[in-house]
C-alpha cells in the first residue's frame, strides 16, 4: 500500500472529501458508515483510499457494546484474499495477525479461522479442495466475483462433492467457523453451534457483504467497555443493523483482530495479538504502492 494513502479525520464531515474522491469506486453504494451513529473514543476515523480500495475504521457503541468496524470497497475480487502464515497451505508456523498483514502486503486484515488447528469445514485453497469435515460447522466460500457463498453443516460431506461444488462456483477459497449469521438479508444463525460459545458473552469477529465488493469487518472486544461483550444473537442483529446482506463468524475471543497498516487497530482480549495460522484480508491493486 501507498504510505500516502492511509489518514485519520476528526468527524464524519471530514470525511466526505475522501468519500467524494472515491465516488467512482463507490459507485452508488450505500455505505455502513453515517453522520449519526455514536462514536466510541472520540471521533477518530482511520481510513486508506487508492484508487481500487477504499477502507473506513470507526469505533460505534451499539447495546452498550464497542464494536470496531472496517468498512471495504475494491474494484476486484482478486483483492479480497487470505493469507497464510508461512505462506503456504499448512504450515505449522504462527504469527500475530499485524505480522501477517505485513507479510502479505495488506491494507486492512482481519482473524480467519484458524484452519491449520481446528479440524472442521470445508476447506479450499486455491480452488482445491483441501480438507472436508462439514458435519459439524457451516462454511464461508468466496467466489471469483468476491461474493460470500454460504453451506451449512451436513450439506456437503464428501470430498468429491466438495470439488465439483467448488467447480461449478468459481470457487477460490473457504472459511471454516461460523456459524452463518445473515444469509440474503434474513438473520439465520442457530440456537446451538459446537465451537465459539455462540449464546455466552463472549469478544466477537465477523465478516459481511453490503453489496458488490462491499464488505464489513466486524469485532466485538471484551476489554473495551465493562468487560461488554456479545452472544452471537447479539452479534448477528449488528451485522444485519450495519446493512449486511450476508455474514458469517469468524474465530473470536482473543484471535478477533483487525490490523491496519501493519499495526493492530483495535483492543483486543487479555491486550495483546495471539498468534494464529491465517487472516482474511484485502489489498490495493496499484503495483508496488505507486
Excluded at 473457504?174 to 463472549?202: H, M, Q, T, W
Aim: proline residues 4%; contains cysteine.
Amino acid at each position: 500500500p501507498n504510505p500516502a494513502g492511509y489518514g485519520e479525520v476528526n468527524s464524519y464531515e471530514e470525511l466526505l472529501p475522501i468519500l467524494e474522491k472515491a465516488a467512482d469506486l463507490i459507485d452508488g453504494q450505500t455505505l455502513a458508515i453515517t453522520p449519526d451513529r455514536p462514536f466510541w473514543n472520540g471521533d477518530t476515523i482511520h481510513y486508506y483510499y487508492d484508487e481500487p480500495i477504499l477502507v473506513i475504521y470507526w469505533q460505534q457503541l451499539m447495546d452498550g457494546i464497542v464494536h470496531n468496524v472496517a468498512e471495504v470497497i475494491v474494484a476486484d475480487a482478486s483483492q479480497f484474499r487470505r493469507g497464510l502464515a508461512g505462506g503456504e497451505f499448512g504450515s505449522d508456523k504462527q504469527f500475530v495477525p499485524s505480522q501477517i498483514a505485513q507479510s502479505v502486503n495488506a491494507v486492512v486484515a482481519t482473524s480467519g479461522d484458524f484452519y491449520k488447528f481446528r479440524n472442521f469445514g470445508t476447506i479450499v485453497y486455491d480452488g482445491v479442495v483441501k480438507r472436508i469435515n462439514s458435519n459439524q460447522v457451516d462454511t464461508c466460500f468466496i467466489d471469483d466475483k468476491g461474493d460470500l457463498i454460504f453451506t451449512y453443516r451436513g450439506e456437503i460431506t464428501k470430498m468429491d462433492a466438495a470439488q465439483k461444488f467448488v467447480d461449478e462456483n468459481n470457487i477460490r477459497f473457504s472459511i471454516a467457523f461460523g456459524p452463518v449469521l445473515v444469509d440474503n438479508g434474513v438473520r439465520c444463525e442457530p440456537n446451538s453451534y459446537p465451537i465459539g460459545e455462540i449464546n455466552d458473552k463472549y469478544a466477537r469477529a465477523g465478516l459481511g457483504q453490503i453489496g458488490e465488493l462491499h464488505y464489513l469487518v466486524v469485532t466485538a472486544n471484551r476489554w473495551q467497555i465493562n468487560n461488554s461483550t456479545a452472544t452471537i444473537h447479539d452479534f448477528a442483529q449488528v451485522m444485519l443493523d450495519k446493512k449486511c446482506w450476508k455474514a458469517y463468524t469468524l474465530d473470536g475471543g482473543q484471535t478477533a483482530s483487525i490490523a491496519m497498516n501493519d499495526k493492530l487497530i483495535n483492543a483486543v482480549d487479555y491486550g495483546s495479538q495471539r498468534k494464529i495460522s491465517d487472516i482474511i484480508y484485502f489489498a490495493t491493486a496499484v503495483p508496488d504502492g505507486g
